[in-house]
């Protein structure tokens, strides 16, 4: 090989030469390296799956507001519900209430009207009487000192008036 101008000593030293090269860069360089992008290859799946589990959380979340908002809206719809059952009952029971008492003044009205009308009809039964004795007496000529007189006297007057006046 020395034809083609191929020294060896220089050949195998350049070999050698390379190899160390090789093996110093391989030590110092590859490795760091490539030890350096493993280690951001390990992060950048790392953070995939953390913002997969980050979407997924969020996800979940608004699954449970959404639940959460609808079994407020339902609790609310009972609430207005209920309350509106309970206005009612209370407007039906405040109505009863006022009925009742509207029908306990008419009669407490009736019953005083009926009473003042019959102390009305005591009291002229009571002039009718004292002016039918003063009339008897006048056109008797005398007066009744007979409580029995009087009294057969004014029956049969008012007895009289009522069958006069229709009653």
Do not use: H
Not at 61 to 83: D, F, H, S, Y
Request: charged content about 30%.
């Amino acid at each position: 090989m020395a034809a083609l101008g191929i020294e060896w000593g220089l050949l195998i030293s350049q070999i050698v030469n390379f190899l160390i090269l090789l093996f110093l860069l391989n030590m110092f360089l590859y490795r760091p390296v490539l030890n350096m992008l493993q280690q951001r290859r390990e992060r950048i799946a790392q953070s995939m799956k953390d913002a997969e589990r980050v979407s997924a959380a969020a996800s979940e979340a608004e699954q449970e507001k959404a639940r959460v908002l609808e079994a407020a809206r339902r609790e609310a719809q009972e609430i207005r519900a209920q309350a509106t059952r309970d206005t009612e009952k209370i407007a039906q029971e405040i109505r009863a209430r006022a009925e009742q008492e509207a029908t306990e003044i008419r009669m407490k009205a009736q019953v005083d009207a009926q009473q003042q009308v019959e102390t009305m009809l005591a009291d002229a039964n009571k002039q009718i009487a004292d002016l039918a004795i003063a009339a008897t007496e006048k056109l008797l000529g005398r007066e009744l000192t007979q409580k029995g007189e009087q009294q057969r006297f004014v029956a049969e007057f008012l007895a009289q008036q009522g069958r006069g006046n229709g009653r």
